[in-house]
């Protein structure tokens, strides 16, 4: 491994994830690409977490274990601890799709992209695609274990840690709307747990959705956006609540 400056920075973060974290480290340590580097941000778990990391730490290039302020400043450190020329962040209870993810995505990874995003599959075995489109006005349409971000946006940029679980639409949006280039690739980068915050917290995640979006787009264009997300969102759940119904 280049150890000056590795292509691809892998970032976790974490916190009492002892029921995952194994699995997750285990599918990075096994990629067959080797140019890249792991790096775990660990909350300060009180669990067996940290004895999990120290097991596997000889495959870890770096990792700290500190109280934080939440999931978007564990990652902000992730992004400061990190040396790459690319940023992947792999959640706690995700895993790659299989060990050579890493190997297949290299070739797109390239300077005057912003981002390069695939595919993901939740456990439960929905599927997302991450795209770029009318919709990202409304909403997140990047799925986050699904992108690889060029590091330069992170020089004069940090996930805004007021916001707890829908950050990096903030990310998403400003490349959409400078229209910073990307790539598509017909890959499923990783598999994810079934919990996750926007999941499992819906109706938060649509009121930061709101926030992030009143902030880039103003409040006249925010109010007509709000509105076709507000109706699309109702739909949504009035859809889940019936399909539990039945």
């Known amino acids: 491994m280049n150890i000056n400056r590795p292509l691809v920075s892998v970032i976790t973060v974490v916190c009492n994830g002892e029921k995952h974290i194994e699995g997750t480290i285990r599918s990075v340590i096994h990629q067959t690409y080797?140019?890249?580097?792991?790096?775990?941000?660990?909350?300060?778990?009180?669990?067996?977490?940290?004895g999990i990391v120290r097991k596997y730490e000889d495959r870890i290039d770096r990792w700290i274990s500190e109280k934080d302020e939440g999931i978007y400043?564990?990652?902000?450190?992730?992004?400061?601890?990190?040396?790459?020329?690319?940023?992947?962040?792999?959640?706690?209870?995700?895993?790659?799709?299989?060990?050579?993810?890493?190997?297949?995505?290299k070739g797109y990874l390239k300077d005057n992209l912003?981002?390069?995003?695939?595919?993901?599959?939740?456990?439960?075995?929905?599927?997302?695609?991450?795209?770029?489109?009318?919709?990202t006005w409304l909403h997140n349409t990047i799925h986050h274990q699904?992108?690889?971000?060029?590091?330069?946006?992170?020089?004069?940029?940090?996930?805004?840690?007021?916001?707890?679980?829908?950050?990096?639409?903030?990310?998403?949006?400003?490349i959409f709307l400078k229209k910073n280039?990307?790539?598509?690739?017909?890959?499923?980068?990783?598999?994810?747990?079934?919990?996750?915050l926007s999941r499992t917290k819906s109706f938060e995640a649509f009121k930061e959705t709101n926030r992030v979006r009143r902030k880039h787009l103003g409040i006249l264009k925010n109010c007509i956006f709000y509105g076709l997300?507000?109706?699309?969102?109702?739909?949504?759940?009035?859809?889940?609540?019936?399909?539990?119904?039945?």
């Not at 499923?188 to 996750?196: E, L, N």
């Not at 997300?229 to 539990?244: P, Q």
């Open 114 to 135: 912003a981002v390069v995003f695939g595919r993901i599959e939740y456990e439960d075995g929905k599927k997302v695609v991450s795209r770029f489109n009318w919709n």
């Open 229 to 246: 997300f507000s109706a699309k969102h109702l739909i949504y759940m009035i859809f889940c609540f019936i399909k539990k119904k039945l």
């Open 146 to 174: 699904s992108a690889f971000y060029n590091r330069s946006l992170f020089d004069n940029w940090e996930y805004d840690t007021r916001l707890k679980i829908i950050s990096d639409y903030e990310l998403n949006l400003m």
């Open 181 to 196: 280039g990307y790539r598509f690739v017909d890959e499923v980068i990783a598999v994810c747990g079934s919990t996750g």
């Open 73 to 105: 400043d564990a990652m902000n450190k992730g992004v400061r601890l990190s040396k790459g020329k690319w940023i992947y962040f792999l959640g706690s209870d995700d895993f790659f799709r299989d060990e050579k993810v890493l190997e297949r995505v």
């Open 34 to 50: 080797d140019d890249f580097e792991y790096v775990i941000v660990d909350g300060g778990s009180t669990d067996q977490t940290m």
